[in-house]
């Protein structure tokens, strides 16, 4: 799919770590929108942003109620109502999202762009190890059974599978944390098939030795 042209061929890509404040969905959508604000002034063709940023990595079993979903898509709302502002035309922000398609709940990475959703990348692998449980609250992308998802009255593209191009020569694809360690990547397939741009979205854990790990890696 195409989402406009860049006349250079080459992109300015800015990786932003928002302030998060887990199970607070309105809070994390000023802070993004602030993150947004800094990548417009720096002139960003590409802003990714973290992994269930608009809910917090660490929510936990608040992953299992609905006002922190609800909450979820009306600050995604926000966002996107905020890029649908002329100075951002051309911004296209990846952000990291709890979203429900067929009946499931996914980990995803959201594409937006000029105050709409392009589409939506659900992650592969899940970690469940240590002191990770993703699978306690989210479903792997294998067990999608639809290429379109339903959000904010929009029927958008939802896979692994999406590869979103420009007429001059940008295809970006998205992956998820744990997706980038296993032995066959989804950016492995994705750059088969013509991505030029992976951009992987990340969180984690608050465990002891994490932030010295975080900073080395």
Known sequence: MKIGENATGFIKAAAGSPRVHPGEPMK???EICSVIDQAQALKADVLVLPELVLSGYTAADLFLRAPLLEGVLTALECIKDHLGRPEYEGLIV?????????????????FLQNGRVLGIVPKSHLPNYQ?????????????????TAELLGDTVPFGTDLIFESASGLAI????????WVAQPPAAAA?????NVIVNLSASNETAGKAKFRREL
Request: charged share 20%; hydrophobic share 50%; glycine share 6%.
């Open 28 to 30: 994390n959508a000023a």
């Open 94 to 110: 990846v952000l990291g999202a709890p979203i429900r398609a067929d009946g499931r709940l996914f980990n995803c990475a959201v």
């Open 131 to 147: 002191e990770f449980y993703e699978a306690r609250w989210f479903s792997p992308a294998s067990e999608a059974v639809s290429s």
């Open 173 to 180: 694809a998205a992956e998820i944390c744990e997706d980038l």
């Open 191 to 195: 750059a088969a098939a013509g991505a």
